[in-house]
């Protein structure tokens, strides 16, 4: 099967290969990887990406300095199993969200533009920690500079809009055509990528739902946007449908947890490998270690949390699913 890769593809592998900087390097490939197609044509690149990616942050962390960041004019580096952005117009109710699901302590008022630059702080869900960025707010006359930069390189946005204000429907519009002018539009997938635009995977957050006639503004931002994007409710004021809100995150970002385990030991169980879902054998043994993609002979794995392999026998590319354990098996 081809790999139909499309025309970003290239331009960023055309930077990665001027690129002299390993962490500049890093940032490029993380780019191809995101918008590389995921589908069976396209396996073995994705190993071959991911080999690359394990080479780069070994050799940043041997140099033992870092002088860039993981988005740039923000000056945030990137941390966790995953990076989520959270726009919104002002007083939708962002900062009140972050400080509930993370340990960030934001300034929270009840004025516009309290967010003056991003706030970051790292979710806690079950054993992966999911960092999240609160941004300035978006209006009808101003962004911030670097925030579609951004929100461009970021694994999820998170759109917050609040159902307690009758201007609802006109602040999410609001957003939304204020990021198309940078090419980048909200959507339930990243599937409609084209030449001049960017497709950005988002989940709105419905927030004070416990606001008066919350469900009419509700039914109506359904009407607008639900076939656009997924919607969740939520209360952070009430802290109601946090839990839930924390699922849909980790569910929206479409990753698996792997363990791994040497041969006669028990399996560590502490800090998994993060990989896209739909991963192969063959493109986690990547992410561990060159020496591991090159000479894989083949694996054995253990559960799925319906412990449907024990130590079964597996081909280099055969692929896993969420909590499985994975025993590589290499040529000596």
């Given amino acids: 099967m081809p790999a139909n890769l499309p025309p970003q593809y290239y331009a960023a592998k055309k930077r990665f290969d001027a690129a002299s900087d390993p962490e500049e390097k890093l940032e490029?490939?993380?780019e191809m990887l995101a918008i590389m197609p995921k589908h069976k044509g396209t396996d073995k690149l994705r190993a071959e990406v991911?080999?690359?990616?394990?080479?780069?942050?070994?050799?940043i962390q041997k140099s033992g300095s870092s002088k860039r960041r993981g988005f740039d004019g923000y000056h945030i580096e990137s941390q966790g199993a995953a990076v989520v952005g959270i726009i919104g117009s002002p007083n939708v109710g962002k900062s009140s969200i972050i400080k509930c699901l993370t340990n960030a302590l934001p300034e929270i008022a009840p004025y516009p533009f309290t967010t003056g630059k991003p706030v970051v702080g790292m979710m806690p869900y079950e054993d992966i920690n999911i960092q999240l960025?609160?941004?300035p707010p978006i209006s009808s006359d101003y962004i911030d500079k670097f925030l579609p930069d951004m929100l461009?390189?970021?694994?999820?946005i998170l759109l917050i809009v609040d159902i307690g204000s009758d201007a609802v429907l006109e602040q999410t519009y609001t957003v939304l055509k204020k990021?198309?002018?940078?090419?980048?539009?909200?959507a339930k997938d990243e599937s409609q990528n084209g030449d001049n635009v960017l497709y950005k995977k988002t989940l709105m957050v419905a927030n004070k739902e416990d606001s008066e006639d919350s469900a009419d503004r509700l039914e109506i931002i359904k009407e607008f946007y639900g076939e656009r994007l997924p919607i969740i409710t939520i209360s952070a004021e009430k802290e109601?449908?946090?839990?839930?809100?924390?699922?849909r995150i980790y569910e929206s970002l479409e990753i698996i947890r792997i363990y791994t385990k040497s041969v006669g030991k028990k399996a560590d169980m502490f800090d998994p490998v993060i990989l896209t879902k739909g991963s192969t054998v063959l493109e986690a043994a990547a992410e561990i270690h060159k020496e591991f993609y090159e000479n894989l002979k083949f694996a054995r794995i253990w559960g799925d949390g319906q412990n449907k392999y024990d130590g079964q026998h597996v081909s280099r590319d055969h692929p896993l699913e969420d909590g499985n354990v994975v025993e590589f098996h290499i040529d000596e």
Avoid: C, H, N, P
């Avoid at 449908?241 to 699922?247: A, H, I, M, S, T």
């Fill in 179 to 186: 990021l198309k002018e940078y090419r980048i539009i909200l």
């Fill in 133 to 135: 960025i609160d941004t």
């Fill in 50 to 59: 991911r080999s690359k990616m394990a080479t780069l942050r070994k050799e």
């Fill in 28 to 30: 490029i490939i993380q």
């Fill in 152 to 156: 461009r390189r970021v694994d999820l």
């Fill in 240 to 247: 109601k449908g946090l839990d839930d809100l924390k699922k």
